[in-house]
């Protein structure tokens, strides 16, 4: 059951498409919940028992008790434990009380949102927001999975992805032209390892400006497109926020004559900096402006493209104009002083204080459902309305055809459009658990088609970890190995042990009916794809505190090794299972486990898969690419 309240005057973010009535709230008490309205802030005091989830991507665990989180989407490549904002803003939570009892809610707000879950005081949670306009949804049901399945009903049916984009993608920060991406497919044929997809980084454009591509370096673009397409590889371009600032430049010229930018108070279009130096950015909040702009993706579609991620989407910000400018006073004040340590780190703030800056964000202005409004104040909406424009323009565009397409941010309502990525992780072991900790929570907002960089994309990855990461991302919908420039090479033909590679890549064309069928359920029962196990065995307290084994589709679970070194783990069976020890999709040992700890080996080349009582695991024959698959081509049927 959901019941909605609404506080102040909240601005519709687009993220809710069910119609509810608002109820007048009692008091001061919504189910659970205290709203305290002179404190803009809304409490819930945990039970010690209590388990909280939700927030789609962030930081640490699946059960988010014991930290701030902070909506508020940000550029930030640096994934550590310590931050409290990433690309994406989710405001969904679950609470579970230990006692059996559980309810939810979803703050729908389009700007800055704290959720303290225990971080000030260890019992407390509270949200907070600046602007206290929001509406906010209450849904009570018997279990978390059933929240789940309330606030999806809330919140519209989950972005479809076409079935190739089930299968492998290679990238990386660096391919510069047609022959490098023909290297890739050739190294990959080569070896005999299936590959579905490569990408396009931003080096394929004409000086980073987006909808164009570089004849020089991809002359006859088309036939290059058809060429790959022949080998069953789609090439997927990127697209980022920014406009670059260009005479003559068609996207620039028509969104300076209909008035698309972001304007500041002034009526001048903002400057900012990003990749293709000065842009402007066109305001996606503004329906005109989204429709053209989505319309731009067919020069794409129509040279054959099929797919596209979006990217710089916060958006992030390296530099603008005036603040530059700002810095630049600054510093002619400073420059001849003597400056003491204080000073000295003042001068050093300040110039760390040019990209992505705060007060930039409050800077520029949007038209939002006709009226003027501070993007401070509705920033979270961003890289969701990029990517509504995008999807919007497909359904329009390209009827007879599904687009591949995915975000780095996001908010709720965007999974209707597209999925995501989780953006710049580290070749770290630890962001291999990270990855596996925010697939659940992800999938818990509505958001199936997702995956991180395999391997890492910051720093230099190892063979190892690379195998280890595999090991896991076969199991996720979107499957993408990518890296960033100047990080060791990282496809997987840089490395010796190829012939596990292939038998990696080979076991996840085994998997994909399985894997599309089960994410397919999840879109259409407003299900989960990846769920904890505490989902499903809630009366296990043991199974409760588990974060680094899932449950995938309703038949299996997985145990990743994500620790180097490590010739397998510990594992906990929450009831009986049978172990299946995959070193390919053929050649794979089976084992009983009863309920409880166990100690099992894993070699680096062996993933371990668990199917459930009375479940069963049905693969298929591999084949060198998705297009190519017989799905009904059975390889093996593992049973328990
Ligand atoms: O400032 O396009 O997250 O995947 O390779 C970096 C270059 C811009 C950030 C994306 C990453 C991509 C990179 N982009």
């Given at each position: 059951m959901i019941k909605k309240y609404v506080f102040g005057k909240p601005m519709d973010t687009g993220a809710v498409v069910a119609k509810v009535k608002a109820t007048v709230p009692e008091g001061s008490k919504i189910g659970e919940l205290t709203v305290d309205e002179k404190n803009k802030t809304i409490t819930y005091i945990m039970p010690p028992k209590a388990r909280i989830y939700g927030?789609?991507?962030?930081?640490?665990?699946?059960?988010?008790?014991g930290w701030l989180y902070i909506s508020n989407n940000t550029d930030n490549p640096h994934h550590e434990e310590g931050k409290h904002s990433l690309y994406a803003s989710q405001n969904f939570i679950i609470v579970d009380?230990?006692?059996?009892k559980c309810f939810g809610f979803y703050f729908d707000h389009p700007g800055e949102v704290r959720f303290d879950i225990g971080f000030t005081k260890s019992d407390v949670f509270a949200v907070s927001a600046e602007d206290f306009d929001f509406s906010l949804y209450y849904i009570e049901e018997d279990s978390p999975l059933e929240i789940v399945k309330s606030f999806r009903g809330l919140v519209g049916k989950s972005y479809e992805a076409p079935l190739w984009a089930y299968g492998y993608g290679q990238s990386r920060w660096g391919y510069k032209n047609a022959s490098d991406i023909r290297e890739v497919r050739d190294s990959y044929k080569k070896l005999g390892i299936p590959l579905d997809m490569i990408y396009m980084d931003i080096d394929y454009m004409q000086d980073f400006k987006?909808?164009?591509?570089n004849p020089e370096r991809f002359p006859d673009f088309e036939a290059f497109v058809r060429d790959m397409k022949a080998d069953g590889i789609r090439l997927i371009p990127i697209i980022d926020a920014g406009v670059k600032i260009e005479k003559g430049y068609d996207v620039y010229e028509e969104g300076i004559k209909n008035d698309f930018f972001c304007k500041k108070e002034d009526g001048t279009p903002l400057v900012a900096a990003v990749w293709p130096g000065k842009v402007h950015f066109p305001d996606f909040l503004n329906p005109a402006a989204a429709k053209w702009f989505g319309d731009k993706y067919k020069v794409l579609t129509d040279m054959g493209i099929e797919g596209f991620w979006n990217d710089m989407n916060e958006p992030a910000i390296f530099y603008t104009e005036d603040h530059l400018k700002e810095v630049f006073g600054e510093l002619e004040n400073i420059k001849d002083k003597e400056l003491d340590i204080w000073g000295f780190f003042g001068f050093k703030g300040l110039i760390d204080s040019?990209?992505?800056n705060p007060e930039d964000y409050r800077r520029f202005f949007h038209e939002f459902n006709g009226v003027k409004v501070r993007h401070d104040k509705v920033h979270n909406l961003y890289g969701f309305y990029m990517t509504k424009a995008a999807g919007e323009a497909f359904e329009r565009n390209n009827k007879d055809k599904k687009i591949l397409l995915f975000s780095r941010s996001s908010f709720m309502g965007m999974h209707r459009y597209g999925g995501v990525w989780t953006g710049d992780n580290m070749s770290w072991w630890s962001h291999l658990l990270l990855n596996i900790k925010q697939m659940p929570s992800l999938n818990m907002t509505g958001f199936i088609y997702s995956g991180a960089d395999t391997g890492g994309f910051g720093s230099d990855t190892t063979e190892d970890l690379m195998m280890r990461w595999l090991g896991f991302s076969i199991f996720t919908p979107l499957f993408r190995n990518h890296s960033a420039l100047g990080t060791r090479d990282q496809e997987l033909y840089r490395f010796e042990r190829s012939n596990d590679f292939k038998n990696i890549i080979e076991l996840r064309y085994a998997l994909i009916p399985y894997i599309y069928v089960e994410c397919t359920k999840a879109i259409n029962e407003n299900g989960m794809y990846f769920k904890p196990l505490s989902f499903e065995y809630r009366d296990d307290e043991r199974a409760g505190e588990i974060e680094d084994q899932l449950l995938v589709g309703a038949h299996l679970m997985i145990a990743p090794?994500?620790?180097?070194?490590?010739t397998g783990r510990y594992v906990y069976l929450p009831e009986d299972m049978k172990l299946v020890r995959f070193r390919s999709y053929k050649d794979f040992d089976t084992e009983v486990l009863t309920k409880g700890d166990h100690y099992v080996k894993a070699e680096l080349n062996e993933i371990l898969v668990f199917i459930r009582k009375g479940h069963k695991l049905t693969l298929t024959e591999p084949a060198a690419c998705t297009d190519r698959l017989d799905m009904d081509r059975c390889a093996a049927t593992i049973e328990f």
């Open positions: 927030l789609g991507e962030t930081v640490r665990g699946i059960n988010k008790r009380n230990g006692d059996g987006d909808f164009t591509v040019i990209n992505n090794v994500y620790e180097q070194n490590k």
